[in-house]
């Protein structure tokens, strides 16, 4: 079979080429990075360099495919996070249509279910409906956790200023993902002849802020690394301190109200799946290793 993966050699996109590739298909990956093609025909699959908002060039890339895996990169330039998701929502239903793609499995988020109130992943509830908008066109919007990787962004925070922390408290519950995990879902999916319009949440781990900042400082003998909750105005503020943009730092925010009303987490809990093999304290060690 023929796919077309988003993504680059990302932490999902990466692991989805090779096991689509170690399974026999033929595989596409797109990078707007010419740089990547070598590292992208190493993993067996063909690089194709271009601009995801370049409907002609996705059309041409799509064209042939029997599914693709979309999603959208993250963009911390943006001055309105909402409307680059819908502008990329847009090109890549276009593309969709234009080509005569009949099955897409899409990358969205855990709270994708919400149209307000999640921050950042506001824009990903508008990219599930565009795409619902796609006649004759199958898809699975996969709605992963938070993922682990995302806590390598806070290595600085550790180092600099002893603590883990966010705008909720170490007693809020997160649901959480390994992009392993998520890739290995994806690749399940994107080889099934799926049907209709569907949701499958994936989540690797539940465990507590604080839960998990002791299995992070023990693994980087910082046994006593506490947990830190931060007013909304001390979110936004060491945010943009840090360097992320105001548009962004506005959005997390939100986001971590999202967690500590637990909206974020409603229709998860509804349709909750069987949680994935990869769990957090084996992550810890992963971590430490990039610290």
Do not use: C
């Not at 999640?118 to 004759?136: W, Y």
């Not at 060491?238 to 500590?260: D, F, I, P």
């Amino acid at each position: 079979m023929k796919f077309v993966i988003t993504g680059s050699l990302g932490n999902i996109s990466k692991p989805l080429a090779q096991k689509l590739v170690e399974a026999g298909h033929q595989v596409t990956v797109i990078s707007s990075q010419p740089e990547r093609a070598k590292d992208i025909e190493n993993l067996g699959a063909k690089p194709a360099i271009g601009n995801l908002k370049d409907i002609a060039f996705l059309a041409q890339t799509f064209q042939g495919a029997d599914a693709v895996y979309t999603m959208v990169p993250p963009n911390y330039e943006t001055s309105d996070y909402r409307q680059y998701f819908r502008d990329m929502a847009n090109s890549y239903a276009a593309a969709i249509k234009s080509a005569g793609v009949k099955r897409v499995v899409n990358l969205s988020s855990i709270g994708a279910h919400l149209p307000e109130g999640t921050g950042p992943i506001k824009g990903l509830h508008d990219l599930e409906q565009i795409f619902s908008s796609l006649d004759d066109v199958a898809i699975v919007h996969l709605r992963p956790a938070y993922f682990y990787t995302n806590y390598y962004a806070n290595i600085d925070m550790i180092r600099h200023a002893g603590i883990l922390g966010s705008n909720y408290p170490a007693d809020a519950n997160l649901v959480m993902a390994h992009p392993s995990d998520i890739a290995d879902v994806a690749a399940e999916l994107i080889q099934q002849p799926i049907t209709g319009k569907t949701v499958r949440y994936i989540a690797s781990d539940e465990i507590s802020a604080g839960e998990a900042t002791k299995l992070l400082g023990s693994a980087i003998d910082k046994p006593e690394l506490p947990w830190v909750e931060f007013s909304d105005e001390q979110s936004y503020a060491g945010m943009v301190q840090a360097g992320l943009s105001e548009e962004l730092s506005r959005n997390y925010t939100e986001m971590g109200n999202a967690v500590k009303s637990g909206i974020l987490f409603e229709d998860y809990k509804i349709n909750k799946p069987e949680l994935s093999k990869r769990k957090f304290k084996d992550f810890a060690g992963e971590f430490a290793s990039a610290y």
